[in-house]
């Protein structure tokens, strides 16, 4: 994104902001003062000073709006941005701490720092049957009714997924201790090494490549990791 195309020095004329916005696509342009961003004006700003002085010679900064939303580049991560981005906000400008731009996003490039790092978190709690154990199996409440009394504990089973740059797949258990790496989903065989993960990876078919680490609270052999309940709604994901 070149950003010369929403930059516009606040001696420049609206004429020249309107040129800058038929460029940049976006509707908005932000007004420097020796670099320093000072404000923004949008082609409705723009259009509403028109109405009343029908002069495009006028100092852009005549229709600047001072109280703009943006976020410096060190508070501009993929969360942060996401929470301002709505139907009003669809353009966000990104500040050094001297005020100066560095970069302008949308919903269109939410990476724009590609030095950031996506990571995703989950944990879903082990859950303990105290009674019906087995009837919550599809081949038994097909047939009967099933019902089961059970409960969860603080202990857990996580998961950690790092988004790569290329479509390079790695899943590591660190329980197991078992590694597989695939250079595209493609790839993906069920050899009976990891193939849970694999079948879930399969139905999601993920259109970008990751590495994704699986442990649990709970020792191998126990019998409680593998019953840990579906992860909740309000967990993390990429």
């Known amino acids: 994104m070149k950003i010369e195309q929403y930059l516009i020095s606040k001696n420049e004329s609206i004429q020249d902001a309107l040129l800058k916005i038929e460029n940049n696509h976006s509707g908005i342009v932000f007004i420097h003062d020796k670099q ?60 050094n ?12 490039n939410i990476n724009w720092n590609e030095k950031e790092k996506i990571i995703s978190k989950a944990k879903s709690p082990v859950r303990i049957s105290f009674a019906g154990g087995g009837t919550d199996l599809t081949t038994y409440f097909y047939k009967e009714c099933g019902v089961v009394l059970n409960t969860t504990i603080n202990k857990f089973s996580h998961a950690i997924l790092q988004k790569r740059a290329d479509n390079t797949i790695k899943i590591f258990s660190n329980d197991l201790d078992e590694e597989v790496n695939y250079s595209d989903i493609s790839e ?23 590495e994704l680490y699986t442990y649990s609270d709970v020792p191998v052999g126990s019998g409680l990791g593998g019953s840990a309940v579906q992860l909740s709604r309000n967990h993390r994901v990429f």
């Open 36 to 95: 320093k961003i000072i404000g923004s004006s949008t082609d409705g700003d723009i259009r509403r000073i028109l109405l009343l002085e029908k002069n495009l010679n006028l100092k852009i900064e005549t229709c600047i709006f001072k109280d703009f939303v943006y976020l410096f580049d060190k508070d501009a991560s993929r969360e942060n941005i996401l929470k301002l981005l709505d139907t009003r906000i669809k353009i966000i400008p990104i500040l």
């Open 97 to 108: 701490e001297n005020y100066e731009l560095v970069s302008v996003v949308s919903h269109k």
């Open 188 to 210: 993906l065989q069920f050899d009976g090494k990891l193939d849970l993960i694999k079948s879930v990876i399969k139905l999601l078919n993920p259109d970008f490549g990751f």
